[in-house]
C-alpha cells in the first residue's frame, strides 16, 4: 500500500519533491497539496498529472485523514508551525531546511517531538545521503586513517544573486557543511571563528565573499570552510580528512575525462542540483521507507537544532571576529 503524502508548498523545491515522489520513488503517492498561492498548487497537480486535492492551507492538510504523511517544503518561517501540527497529529514529517527559523523554534520542535514519545521528524539534509560522503565517513569509521586531526572544505558558487547577503553565506550555504561534518565526525562543535581574506572583486558590494569559517569539535578535531560564493569557475564541493595515519578526501562527482585540444580535463558542475540530484532522491526515499516501516531515521530534529545554535554562533563570529563558543546542551538519550 502506497504512502499517502500531502506536501505543503509547491515552490521549486516542493515541485521537484512531487515529482520526486510521484514518478522516481517507490511506495508513496502525493494526495494533497497546497501552497500560499492556491492556483499554483492546482496547476502543479494538473501538470505533473496527480490525483491530489488542494488545500485552504497546510493546517487543514495536516488534519485530513487522507494525509498520512507531510512534507514541508514552504517558506521557511512557515516550517516551525507546520512541523508542531503534524507532532500533535501524530504524523511523521519531512521538512526541509531551515526545520524552524530560530534555534528557540528548533528546540520547541525537539520538545514536541520527546513529548510525544517517537520519532517522527526528518529535517532536509542531503549530504548524509551523498554517495560520495558515505564513502568518505565508512573510511574514517573504519579507522584506516585513524582519528581526524583536522578537516580541510571548501564550498563554492560559481556565482550568486544580488539579494545573497553575508550572513547567507552561514544560513543558506555553510549550513549544509554544519550538518554534515557533524555526522562524519560523530562530535559536536564547541567554537568557531569567521575570518574574512581579501574580497573578491566579482563579489557585490554588499557581499564579503569570500570567508573562511574555523570550527572546533568537542573532541578537539579543527575544521576549516572557505565559503566562496563567487568563484566563477563552477559548483565545487571539497573535503579532506586529515587523519592520524592518513587522509581521505571526498571523491569527486563522477565525470568524463577528455583529452582534446592539447588537453587533459575533466568537466567542472556549475549547479548544486546536477551535484546532490542522487542524494535527493535517497533522502525520500529512505523517509518513505522510515514511515512504512514504522521508525523515522535520517537527519533529526535534533541535528536541526545543533545546526541553528551553530549558525547563530557563525553569524556572532561574522560580527565579532572573536572566537565564539557553541553552547549546545548535551543531547537527549531520545536522539542517541
Not at 51 to 70: K, R
Not at 89 to 111: D, M, N, S, W
Not at 274 to 292: K, S
Request: hydrophobic share 45%.
Amino acid at each position: 500500500m502506497a504512502l499517502k503524502l500531502g506536501v505543503i508548498g509547491t515552490g521549486a523545491i516542493g515541485q521537484d519533491h512531487i515529482r520526486r515522489c510521484s514518478q522516481t520513488l517507490l511506495g508513496s503517492q502525493v494526495v494533497a497539496l497546497t501552497d500560499i498561492n492556491l492556483e499554483q498548487a492546482a496547476k502543479v497537480a494538473r501538470d505533473l498529472n496527480l490525483t491530489a486535492e488542494v488545500y485552504a492551507d497546510g493546517h487543514a492538510l495536516i488534519q485530513s485523514p487522507e494525509v498520512e504523511a507531510v512534507l514541508v517544503t514552504s517558506w521557511g518561517p512557515s516550517h516551525e508551525a507546520f512541523v508542531l501540527a503534524a507532532i500533535a497529529a501524530g504524523k511523521p514529517v519531512f521538512c526541509e531546511k531551515p526545520l524552524a527559523v530560530t534555534a528557540e523554534g528548533c528546540r520547541r520542535i525537539v520538545e514536541a517531538e520527546i513529548a510525544h514519545g517517537k520519532r517522527l521528524v526528518q529535517v532536509g539534509f542531503m549530504r548524509p545521503y551523498d554517495e560520495g560522503y558515505r564513502a568518505l565517513k565508512s573510511v574514517i569509521d573504519s579507522g584506516q586513517i585513524g582519528e581526524p586531526l583536522m578537516l580541510h572544505c571548501a564550498h563554492r558558487n560559481p556565482t550568486v544573486g544580488e539579494n545573497y547577503k553575508t550572513d547567507m553565506a552561514i544560513t543558506d550555504t555553510l549550513i549544509h557543511e554544519i550538518d554534515v561534518l557533524r555526522w562524519l565526525l560523530d562530535d559536536d562543535y564547541v567554537s568557531v571563528q569567521v575570518v574574512f581574506p581579501r574580497k573578491s572583486g566579482k563579489a557585490f558590494a554588499h557581499l564579503k565573499d569570500p570567508q573562511i569559517v574555523l570550527l572546533e569539535t568537542a573532541k578537539g578535531t579543527r575544521i576549516d570552510v572557505e565559503v566562496f560564493v563567487n568563484c566563477q569557475y563552477g559548483y565545487d564541493i571539497q573535503c579532506e580528512v586529515v587523519g592520524e595515519t592518513g587522509i581521505a578526501r571526498l571523491p569527486e562527482p563522477s565525470q568524463v575525462q577528455l583529452r582534446s585540444g592539447a588537453k587533459l580535463s575533466t568537466a567542472i558542475l556549475m549547479d548544486w542540483k546536477d551535484r546532490f540530484i542522487a542524494a535527493y532522491d535517497v533522502e525520500l526515499q529512505a523517509f518513505i521507507d522510515g514511515v512504512r516501516a514504522g521508525q523515522v531515521g535520517g537527519p533529526s530534529a535534533w541535528d536541526g537544532y545543533a545546526a541553528a545554535v551553530t549558525a547563530d554562533a557563525c553569524i556572532e563570529a561574522q560580527n565579532s571576529g572573536a572566537i565564539v563558543p557553541v553552547s549546545l546542551a548535551d543531547r537527549p538519550a531520545f536522539y542517541v
